[in-house]
T-cell receptor, first 114, second 116 residues
Framework: DTAVSQTPKYLVTQMGNDKSIKCEQN?????MYWYKQDSKKFLKIMFS???????INETVPNRFSPKSPDKAHLNLHINSLELGDSAVYFC?????????????FGPGTRLTVL | AQKVTQAQTEISVVEKEDVTLDCVYE???????LFWYKQPPSGELVFLIR??????QNEISGRYSWNFQKSTSSFNFTITASQVVDSAVYFC?????????????FGGGTRLMVKP
C-alpha cells in the first residue's frame, strides 16, 4: 500500500491556467506538507497543515493555496500559473508537528508550465 | 533563522571507495532535529536518519554512518565501500520544534555518482 500518494505524476499546462495536485496519505498522520523542488534540486517548504492550523511559508505567492477536505488529504491549488511555477511538487506527512518526526514523502508531481 | 549548507554540490567516486558528505547547519535553538534524505534517480525522497540535538552519539547502519558534532554544527554522512546503487542526491535537513509547523529546512543537496 502506498503511504503518501499524489496525482497526477506529470502535469503539463499553459500559462494562466488554474490547476490542482491531489495528495492522500493512509498513515493516519496529523500533519501534511507541500514542498517545491526547483530545477536545481533545491527543496523548499511551502505549507504545513494539521487540524489546528495552516502555516504558510511567507515566500509562497498567494496564487498557491492548500485545501484539506479531511485529515488524509491536502490538495494544492495553483491559480494563474506562471513559467516559474515549473517544478516538482512533493507532498509529505508526519504523525505530529513537533519537529522530531520523520516526514514521509509522496512520489512527486512534475509540473511543466508552457 | 535556520540554515543548512551542503558545500559539496557533486562528488564522484569509484565503487568501493569511502565517501563523506558534509552538512553544516545554523540554528538559534538548543533543541532541534537533523535528518538525512536520499533522492535516487527515480525521484522519490527516502528517509535515512533522524538525530536530536541532545544525542551526539555517532550512528552506524550497515555501510552508512553519521558523525554529529555540535561544536562545529556539523552532521556528516559517510558511506563505506560505496556501490553504484548509492548514486543519488543526498539532502541534509533541519527542523526546530519552536518554529510552528514542523517545517524542514533542506540543504542544497549533494549529488553522489558512484562509478563501477
Amino acid at each position: 500500500d502506498t503511504a503518501v500518494s499524489q496525482t497526477p505524476k506529470y502535469l503539463v499546462t499553459q500559462m494562466g491556467n488554474d490547476k490542482s495536485i491531489k495528495c492522500e496519505q493512509n498513515l493516519g498522520h496529523d500533519t501534511m506538507y507541500w514542498y517545491k523542488q526547483d530545477s536545481k534540486k533545491f527543496l523548499k517548504i511551502m505549507f504545513s497543515y494539521n487540524n489546528k492550523e495552516l502555516i504558510i511559508n511567507e515566500t509562497v505567492p498567494n496564487r498557491f493555496s492548500p485545501k484539506s477536505p479531511d485529515k488524509a488529504h491536502l490538495n494544492l491549488h495553483i491559480n494563474s500559473l506562471e513559467l516559474g511555477d515549473s517544478a516538482v511538487y512533493f507532498c509529505a506527512s508526519s504523525q505530529g508537528d513537533w519537529g522530531d518526526e520523520e516526514q514521509f514523502f509522496g512520489p512527486g508531481t512534475r509540473l511543466t508550465v508552457l | 533563522a535556520q540554515k543548512v549548507t551542503q558545500a559539496q554540490t557533486e562528488i564522484s567516486v569509484v565503487e568501493k571507495e569511502d565517501v563523506t558528505l558534509d552538512c553544516v547547519y545554523e540554528t538559534r535553538d538548543t533543541t532541534y532535529y537533523l535528518f538525512w534524505y536520499k533522492q535516487p534517480p527515480s525521484g522519490e525522497l527516502v528517509f535515512l536518519i533522524r538525530r536530536n540535538s541532545f544525542d551526539e552519539q555517532n550512528e552506524i547502519s550497515g555501510r552508512y554512518s553519521w558523525n554529529f558534532q555540535k561544536s562545529t554544527s556539523s552532521f556528516n554522512f559517510t558511506i563505506t565501500a560505496s556501490q553504484v546503487v548509492d548514486s543519488a542526491v543526498y539532502f541534509c535537513a533541519l527542523s526546530e520544534p519552536h518554529n510552528a509547523g514542523n517545517m524542514l529546512t533542506f540543504g542544497g543537496g549533494t549529488r553522489l555518482m558512484v562509478k563501477p
